[in-house]
């Protein structure tokens, strides 16, 4: 059986992992017929938003236990995650991705990377190890592999799309239910809520194909 490592950065479209997107990266994963074990940074969330108002509140979380609600409590830290153990790793997406793991929410192409997250990255990369990246996550893997001339996408063309193209890579739109494939990078990508009135049926599809193509290659 085929395994699977899936990285959670908290819980919470506004300041963690996407919800949905993460179930069904479990499901798509679990369809297929292959395992995952699911990991987070044990760190302080950049903060913590009310889903309900948008407002910031004034809290403190941490990554992976807030991620450990989404996994059921079987989660570990990323610092235990090596791709010599897997077969591919998943990045569900939420705004999180781009406030928690890296720093693209607020600085678009000059933005960094968390250093784990990053030799996490790179350490499937060069192992030639398959990734897959929901939503707003693809713009994680632009930054960790700057100059690459991967083929992402993002859904539409936008700002967005734009600062990816400046750290050196393709972008293709999409829509929810299509996955953009990366054959000689082994990376696949889809918009999911990307587009905010996706439907959950279209993003089911869209993520299936990521994990078929990532479980493929």
């Not at 940074?41 to 009310?50: E, I, K, L, M, R």
């Not at 570990?76 to 791709?83: C, D, S, V, W």
């Not at 972008?171 to 905010?196: C, F, G, R, W």
């Amino acid at each position: 059986m085929k395994k699977v490592a899936v990285v959670l950065c908290g819980s919470g479209f506004k300041d963690g992992s996407e919800i949905r997107e993460s179930v069904l990266s479990l499901l798509a994963v679990d369809e297929a017929g292959a395992s995952f074990d699911c990991f987070a940074p044990d760190d302080w969330q950049y903060d913590v938003v009310n889903c309900a108002t948008g407002e910031a509140m004034n809290e403190k979380r941490n990554l992976l236990v807030e991620a450990a609600r989404i996994a059921r409590g079987n989660i570990r830290p990323l610092t235990e995650l090596h791709a010599k153990n897997f077969d591919a790793i998943l990045f569900p997406g939420g705004f999180g991705v781009a406030k928690n793991l890296c720093t693209f929410a607020l600085k678009g192409s000059v933005g960094s990377v968390r250093s784990d997250v990053g030799a996490v990255i790179n350490d499937f990369y060069q192992t030639k190890k398959p990734i897959g990246a929901v939503c707003i996550a693809p713009a994680l893997i632009a930054l960790a592999l700057k100059g690459k001339n991967l083929n992402l996408t993002l859904g539409a063309e936008g700002e967005a799309a734009g600062e990816v193209k400046k750290l050196g890579h393709r972008h293709t739109v999409s829509l929810p239910h299509e996955a953009v494939i990366d054959q000689e990078n082994k990376i696949a990508t889809t918009p999911a809520y990307m587009y905010d009135e996706a439907h959950l049926k279209d993003m089911r599809i869209g993520i299936s194909k990521v994990v078929q193509a990532i479980l493929e290659m």
